[in-house]
């Protein structure tokens, strides 16, 4: 039974760059969410989706971030433009229901150079 | 103010001691409550899951929570070395936030032999 997988596990971009992050969630899972976490801080919400919608993006950057679940294929962060405040860990998380647990992937570490 | 907050140690212990993790929080409509565990450069990983005031216990593992005080803590009985991880409380509420998980900073902890 895998678990939530995300890749890439290391990625590498340079200023101005894209940087394009999946996740594929547990199975039987719809619901997916996205965190942040920078060095010395917890995790911080970006943005939770149910397939093919954006339920809560509060917690996004209104510029150079987009999420999206399509029907098919994995959950896609991407980040437009990547700054050096980019480099973080982004986690994804996924659920079976609004209010059920979360459980999280590995995480992809981003590096902006 | 935080919506948690939790002192990020490092707490270092013996091996076998009784460890106690805690955390606040401010928003009296959080109602979910959970305890994860984040090795080093991994994902968190779900060791709790709560949502009355009381006590929930998982062998050397008990969660407590007092929503009177706004108070969340976890218990970890005959610490063993593996446990050494970094701790993250975190709540969410019923409401239109429903789904986003509130993280604490996490705690460092080490449980020396």
């Known amino acids: 039974n895998a678990g939530v997988m995300q890749n890439p596990r290391h990625l590498v971009r340079r200023r101005g760059q894209e940087a394009r992050l999946r996740c594929s969630p547990m199975?039987?899972?719809?619901?997916v969410y996205w965190y942040r976490q920078l060095p010395e801080e917890g995790l911080k919400f970006m943005v939770y989706?149910?397939?093919?919608?954006?339920?809560?993006e509060s917690g996004m950057p209104k510029e150079r971030f987009s999420a999206e679940f399509p029907k098919e294929g994995p959950s896609i962060l991407r980040i437009q433009q990547v700054v050096r405040g980019d480099s973080a860990a982004y986690f994804c998380?996924?659920?079976?229901?609004?209010?059920?647990?979360?459980?999280f992937g590995p995480g992809t570490r981003l590096t902006v150079t | 103010q935080k919506e948690v907050e939790q002192d990020p140690g490092p707490l270092s212990v013996p091996e076998g001691a009784i460890v106690s993790l805690n955390c606040t929080y401010s928003?009296?409509?959080?109602?979910?409550f959970m305890w994860y565990r984040q090795y080093s450069r991994k994902g968190p990983e779900l060791l709790m899951y709560?949502?009355?005031?009381g006590n929930k216990e998982d062998g050397r593992f008990t969660a407590q929570v007092d929503k009177s005080s706004k108070y969340i803590s976890l218990f970890i009985r005959d610490s063993q070395p593996s446990d050494s991880a970094t701790y993250l409380c975190?709540?969410?509420?019923?409401?239109?936030?429903?789904?986003?998980?509130?993280f604490g900073r996490g705690t460092q902890l080490t449980v020396w032999p």
């Open positions: 998380a996924s659920s079976p229901g609004q209010e059920g647990e979360q459980y």
């Open positions: 199975k039987g899972h719809s619901h």
């Open positions: 989706l149910q397939k093919e919608n954006i339920i809560d």
């Open positions: 928003n009296s409509a959080f109602q979910y």
């Open positions: 709560t949502y009355s005031s």
């Open positions: 975190a709540t969410r509420d019923r409401g239109s936030t429903l789904g986003r998980l509130y």
